[in-house]
């Protein structure tokens, strides 16, 4: 696993190993930056569990001003730290060892865009929706991953269901508010 471009292009990252984990492959991390290629500058992004922090570190690298990464787990956050370390993004970015849909609830801060990807069918996929919802800037965009047979709901608040994006089994979805 590394960083695919921008500022720390080809920086190795560290995972955790085993079944647990489900990183998010080259192809659909790739697929997420295309589709937010063009609303990454001087942004703030929310990685709601983070897992190894690929994807924020990832939207550092191509530009976004400032990242919060938020995982439950001791081990991942851990392997994250280590993780923005190693690309030299300890000012940029913000880990929270917590749980990711109740800091977000509380929380007072704000962002531009939201990359939700939770374990797979535990039920944790809307509260996060509607969570980050509530914590995003006017114009902002919210992506979730999640797999293909995974239903998720047309409206989060004022977000609406953009659009969807297959990659096999696993889905990138995009909320947007209307006229954005």
Not at 58 to 73: H, Q, V
Not at 142 to 149: A, G, K, L, R, S
């Amino acid at each position: 696993m590394r960083i695919i471009t921008g500022k720390a292009r080809g920086k190795k990252l560290i995972t955790l190993e085993g079944e647990a984990v489900r990183p998010t492959t080259d192809k659909v991390k790739e697929a997420l930056f295309n589709i937010l290629q063009f609303q990454l500058e001087g942004r703030s992004f929310l990685d709601m569990f983070s897992g190894s922090g690929q994807i924020a570190l990832e939207a550092i690298s191509r530009g976004a001003k400032s990242a919060l990464l938020i995982d439950a787990s001791k081990s991942a956050a851990k392997v994250i730290e280590q993780n923005i370390k190693a690309c030299g993004f300890e000012r940029e970015c913000t880990l929270i060892n917590a749980d990711s849909v109740m800091y977000v609830k509380n929380s007072r801060l704000t962002f531009d865009i939201a990359f939700i990807d939770p374990p797979y069918k535990q039920g944790l996929l809307e509260s996060a929706l509607l969570a980050a919802a509530s914590r995003m800037n006017k114009g902002g965009i919210i992506v979730c991953e999640h797999p293909f047979d995974e239903a998720v709901p047309e409206k989060l608040g004022e977000f609406e269901r953009a659009k969807d994006y297959k990659y096999g089994k696993v889905v990138l979805t995009s909320y947007k508010m209307p006229g954005t």
